[in-house]
Each structure stands twice: as C-alpha cells, then as structure tokens.
C-alpha cells in the first residue's frame, strides 16, 4: 500500500475515479455481506449452509416448489439441488408430497422443524438489521430499500 506525506493510505479504490471507486466499494460489501450470511446460516443450525437456508425460505415464500423450480430460480445444477435437498431431509427440515397435478413429481416444503427454525431466523435477522439501521432516517432507509429492488431487478 502506498502513502501520501498525510499517512492516507493509498487504495485501489482511491486510485480509480468516480464510477470505478463505487462499483469496487459495492463489489466488496456485497461480498463482505454474503460472507457474514453465510457465517450466520451456519450458526442457525449445525451442518446448514446459506444455500440450504435460502432453499428452505424459498419453498415457504412459495408455500412449497419443485426441486425444478429451485434449480432455475438459484441457477443451479438438478444434481446439486438434489444433494441440497437430500441434506436438508436428513437434518429433518424438509418433507415431500407428490405433486398433485403430476404424480410424478413432487413438492418439497418446510417441516414442522424447518418452519421453526425459519421463524426463528426471521427474527434474528429482523433484530440484526434494526439494530444496525438504528442511526439511519427513514429515507436512507427507503432509498436503500428501492436501490436493492432495483439491484435485483437486474437479474
């Protein structure tokens, strides 16, 4: 790292302009922040990861989906959903229906224990959040709520 005489370390990002410097800030906080997810999925039950965790929420949000359906909406391969999957039914959090519109397939929901375990990580992460929002206004807030949806609607 380089420093001026004023002991300002000299930085990739201080070295690009503008746009450059704020697309390596975003680059480096999203991944600062999928790390501490993934930290905090494994935390909220033992052998979970964050990829099993986002499976688990999205078959609730969906009142329950398709291994099919969470390959494409994760872009995953069948087989690596497969394996997500076959963890997250020995770990006792998933169940399986057949599919009443075809009988071949089936529909993977959330236990008994996969629902509780969601509630619980709901709470801790809404408590997570308000507690570092704290300082926030109500419009950072909203701005920062808008500029996410507009982020995601990019996919």
Avoid at 21 to 26: F, G, L, R, V
Wanted: hydrophobic share 40%; glycine share 6%.
């Amino acid at each position: 790292m380089l420093y001026y005489a004023t002991e300002i370390p000299v930085t990739k990002e201080t070295s690009l302009s503008g746009r450059d410097a704020s697309i390596e800030t975003i680059q480096r906080e999203l991944t600062a922040f999928a790390r501490r997810a993934r930290h905090k999925a494994s935390q909220m039950h033992p052998g979970l990861t964050l990829v099993m965790y986002s499976m688990l929420d999205l078959m609730n949000e969906r009142g329950g989906c398709r291994a099919a359906d969470l390959a494409a909406h994760f872009l995953l391969d069948k087989s690596t959903v497969s394996r997500q999957v076959s963890a997250l039914e020995k770990l006792g959090l998933v169940s399986r229906e057949v599919d009443p519109e075809d009988h071949r397939g089936q529909i993977l929901r959330p236990s008994e224990a996969g629902l509780v375990l969601l509630r619980e990580a709901y709470e801790v992460r809404r408590q997570s959040f308000t507690e570092r929002f704290t300082g926030w206004s109500d419009a950072d807030l909203a701005d920062l709520a808008r500029h996410l949806v507009r982020y995601g609607e990019a996919d």
